[in-house]
């Protein structure tokens, strides 16, 4: 039995962040296929997503405002200003519209949606991250001034059928963008880096993926469970003299600690330009 029954969620851009929301409510039966939309100019896209979800698919986004009740904006941060440029006229007072674009600010999307300042267009920042595919996903949500306390609980609900959810400030979201949205990558290469360590010592492939993977999910859940800093649970491997501290030293040499945090610095100033270079409808360094 579906959690959300009376609400269509549609989703603008259909790809990776999409699909990973898309996947999650359904694998969390918190909404049917037939109340979930997708537009995107990508024609495969919605192919993909029509084959594999059974949801509706449109290439026309002002179709898909009119049908659906809660928006989501899940195209590039570049596309923002082109997208909300032309679905504003469709936008009213009655939609939720939900953004998980890195870096666009809501008073951005605000101005977009409502050129006239005609209207009060409620609009709930995001970050999400693809661990929503498994419902393991981490979100952080900031909403304007003109979204109902109803309509933010609506938004949690949504994001808390594909994992966690915490509220910040809107100023925070560069930062939760630095550290859980892109953090996923940053797991995902250790995870495999482990791996080829692994291999290179002399384990199979097979194993030496079950024994990374199993290592970075039960650490996960130990701090998470037992709530001790990470520093203790460190030195709880450690043995005096040991095998853990000849392999920390050598984390150490190689500025593990310093390197993550510059990671997280690096794209969270990333997060910052998006937003500013969306704002002046710029893409910057980059080209896409
Ligand atoms: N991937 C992630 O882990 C996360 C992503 N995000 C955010 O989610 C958003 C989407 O990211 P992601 O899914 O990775 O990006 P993708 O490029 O995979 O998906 C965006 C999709 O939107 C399509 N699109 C572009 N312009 C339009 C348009 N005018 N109308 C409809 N669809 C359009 C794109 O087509 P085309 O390829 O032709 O441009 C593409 O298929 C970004 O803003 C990102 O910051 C947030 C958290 C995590
Ligand atoms: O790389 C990106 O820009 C997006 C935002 C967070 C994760 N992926």
Redesign the pocket.
């Known amino acids: 039995m579906a959690v959300l029954t009376n609400k269509r969620i549609g989703f603008?851009?259909?790809?990776?962040?999409?699909?990973?929301m898309i996947k999650g409510l359904l694998s969390a039966s918190f909404i049917e296929a037939k109340s979930l939309m997708a537009?995107?100019?990508?024609g495969e896209?919605l192919e993909f997503l029509k084959h594999e979800f059974k949801i509706k698919t449109t290439t026309d986004?002002q179709e898909l405002v009119q049908k659906n009740d809660i928006i989501i904006l899940?195209?590039?941060?570049q596309?923002?200003k082109?997208?909300c440029s032309?679905i504003h006229e469709q936008v009213d007072e009655k939609k939720l519209v939900i953004s998980?674009?890195?870096?666009?600010p809501i008073h951005a999307i605000e101005i977009l949606l409502n050129p006239e300042a005609d209207k009060k267009v409620g609009v709930v920042r995001t970050?999400?991250?693809?661990p929503a595919l498994v419902q393991a996903g981490v979100t952080a949500l900031s909403a304007s001034d003109h979204v109902s306390k109803s309509d933010l609980k609506v938004a949690h609900r949504i994001f808390e059928a594909i994992g966690r959810t915490v509220d910040v400030p809107e100023a925070q979201l560069d930062a939760v963008?630095g550290l859980s949205?892109?953090g996923?990558a940053y797991i995902f290469m250790i995870i495999e880096a482990l791996s080829d360590a692994g291999v290179k010592m002399g384990l199979s492939r097979d194993v030496s993926n079950a024994l990374t993977l199993q290592t970075v999910l039960g650490s996960a859940k130990l701090a998470q469970e037992s709530g001790r800093h990470p520093g203790e649970l460190k030195d709880m491997v450690c043995s005096p003299g040991g095998t853990t501290i000849s392999g920390l030293h050598w984390l150490e040499k190689g500025g593990l600690r310093t390197t993550l945090i510059n990671a997280v610095e690096a794209a969270t100033q990333r997060s910052i330009e998006?937003g500013r270079n969306a704002e002046n409808n710029q893409n910057g360094n980059d080209s896409?």
Do not use: C, F, H, Y
């Open positions: 603008i851009g259909g790809g990776n962040m999409a699909e990973a537009s995107d100019m990508v896209r986004n899940a195209v590039k941060p596309a923002v082109a997208v032309g998980v674009a890195a870096g666009v970050m999400p991250n693809t963008t949205g892109s996923p998006l896409q």
